[in-house]
């Protein structure tokens, strides 16, 4: 049975905008599971141990990491049949009109800029939380 609890992945290499994004998220929906990753390479060895019913509902990818960027786990994850469906979202620090296309026309549902203030994250959170439940209501159909 699929677990009722909302499931969001954050892969970034910025561990502080992780875990305050993850805070707030939690803060929205207290039983909201956040997994966070420093790096691609962990965030895909964890996606390879997920089965059918622990998918999550959300992945926000941060577009400029080392080794493997955000773009590259996006393609990966978009091309695997058990990760196609999951709404990816990709925040940035340097947004552009070609980081942008680059990261839609590789499945990305969204692509933002990172939040510069609290208000920002909250206001986020919020569309992430909105996509998670929208996500999870598909599946449960």
């Not at 955000?70 to 552009?96: K, R």
């Amino acid at each position: 049975m699929p677990n009722s609890d909302l499931v969001v992945v954050i892969v970034d290499d910025n561990v502080a905008e992780s875990r305050l994004m993850s805070e707030v998220l939690k803060e929205n929906i207290p039983d909201m599971q956040v997994h966070t990753f420093k790096d691609c390479q962990d965030a895909l060895n964890a996606f390879q141990d997920y089965s059918i019913y622990d998918v999550p509902h959300v992945v926000v990818l941060d577009h400029r990491m080392p080794q493997m960027n955000g773009t590259e786990l996006l393609s990966i994850l978009s091309a695997h049949a058990n990760f196609s469906d999951i709404p990816m979202i990709v925040w940035t620090g340097y947004l552009d009109r070609q980081v942008e296309k680059q990261c839609i026309d590789e499945g990305a549902l969204m692509v933002r800029s990172k939040p510069r203030n609290f208000q920002e994250y909250c206001n986020f959170a919020k569309e992430i939380t909105y996509i998670a439940q929208h996500a999870q209501a598909q599946i449960m159909e």
